[in-house]
């Protein structure tokens, strides 16, 4: 019980600190310009190799080390495409605000077209990792980045349909578009069915931490259910009221100052 706990804390922890370290990227990246976009995705492609690597070597580790490296590797993958969709160097063919009033399939359509490139290379990655897990001795990897590709499904349809809370403080300059294609709501259809979804999934995993039969079991399982209770989590900060950005804006830097925001003194006019 003591390493479920343990291993619950581990992807608590790797949450916050992997979200604020793409942040972090991302806006030290929009101070200096589109170059500074593309250094940083270059940047981060060795994270990349190194989570395919890692998720590769963990197929055949059914040990606890091997779950860390699988569930570290997953997230290591995940987050240089994150990066590659923040600083829009892979993103979609529409990067143009949606005009006001148009029709609801038409909204659809153009919210696809901002995100189309990004999550067709999410799919392909999950299905060439499931092909990849199946039968494996670890697919823990495997089930880690395919919980966080549902699971980013989910939000952002919810985001398309309609919710009361939308932080668009952290979205960076290349993506200034997307908040055009929201829309605030009280509730949706959606939502529901996503809570009820990541609950009965958390639950699931729960259950199989329950009647672990090793140490790597239990490690696992642990992780995939925190990780899917964050999810949840989630999912639930989009309606309530809570100032959740507190949690990353501290790591941020300050926005560049551009000349219009630097105010001369009189003496510099010679009054």
């Known amino acids: 019980m003591s390493m479920g706990w343990a291993a619950a804390g581990f992807a608590l922890f790797i949450w916050w600190f992997s979200t604020g370290a793409i942040l972090c990227a991302v806006k030290h990246a929009d101070r200096f310009g589109r170059r500074a976009h593309l250094r940083a995705v270059a940047l981060g492609l060795p994270l990349f190799v190194a989570g395919l690597g890692g998720f590769w070597w963990s197929l055949g580790e059914a040990s606890t080390t091997g779950v860390y490296v699988a569930f570290l590797s997953a997230l290591a993958v995940w987050g240089w495409v994150e990066l590659a969709f923040l600083t829009g160097v ?145 999912h639930w900060l989009m309606v309530l009221p809570l100032p959740d950005e507190k949690l990353w804006r501290w790591m941020l830097p300050a926005p560049r100052p551009q000349r219009s925001d630097i105010k001369t003194s009189e003496d510099a006019h010679g009054l």
């Open 90 to 234: 892979i993103t979609g063919p529409v990067a143009q605000p949606c005009p006001p009033e148009v029709p609801e399939w038409e909204r659809f359509i153009r919210a696809w077209g901002t995100i189309a490139y990004h999550e067709m290379l999410l799919a392909g990655l999950v299905v060439a990792m499931g092909l990849l897990a199946w039968g494996a001795a670890n697919p823990f990897g495997f089930f880690t980045f395919a919980l966080l590709f549902a699971a980013r499904i989910s939000a952002k349809l919810n985001l398309f349909y309609g919710v009361r809370k939308i932080n668009v403080e952290f979205l960076p300059t290349p993506l200034s578009h997307l908040p055009s294609h929201f829309r605030i709501a009280r509730l949706n259809w959606v939502f529901p069915i996503s809570i009820t979804g990541l609950t009965a999934a958390t639950w699931f995993w729960l259950e199989r931490l329950a009647g672990a039969n090793s140490p790597a079991e239990t490690a696992g399982y642990a992780l995939l259910a925190a990780l899917t209770a964050l999810a949840a989590l989630e």
